[in-house]
């Protein structure tokens, strides 16, 4: 049996292709919204940069708040005096502290990175929407050559 939905239309494919063709000579369109979509890219690989950067001194950070941990468990394993003990939690809480600290950063940059999403999605939008209106002037130019009355 023929797959009836693997069928392709000759005339819709040359039409699209027409319409892709004329787009593509139009080089400020295209070269604005290249400039839109390397501006993007630029700022999704610099926050990436930073979420990256940020989330290895998070894991740093992690690991010298489990060295604390296994520090402190030491301690008072071998019954070390109270002070030693208060001075370890203090570190192990002034860690914590900066890892609060790190991964409100790291929101906040998770935010900026889904606003560039956003902005990306509007964007290819934006040029969805600015194709279809090239080709339907296309096919409405091609009418009025086609259509003599």
């Known amino acids: 049996m023929v797959d009836g939905s693997r069928d392709v239309d000759v005339e819709k494919l040359i039409s699209f292709s027409k319409d892709l063709v004329q787009f593509l000579k139009d080089d400020k369109d295209v070269g604005f919204l290249k400039q839109c979509l390397e501006q993007s890219n630029a700022v999704q690989l610099q926050c990436l940069s930073e979420y990256q950067t940020l989330r290895s001194s998070i894991q740093d950070y992690e690991a010298k708040i489990n060295m604390c941990n296994q520090r402190i468990a030491e301690a008072q394993s071998e019954a070390a005096g109270d002070a030693e003990i208060d001075t370890l939690q203090k570190e192990r809480e002034q ?8 991964r409100e950063e790291l929101r906040v940059i998770t935010d900026e990175i889904d ?7 509007s964007i290819e939008e934006q040029m969805q929407s600015l194709e279809k209106l090239e080709r339907d002037q296309l096919r409405a130019e091609n009418s009025v050559h086609l259509d003599p009355s």
């Open 115 to 121: 606003d560039l999403d956003h902005q990306r999605a």
């Open 95 to 102: 860690k914590l502290q900066i890892e609060q600290l790190l």
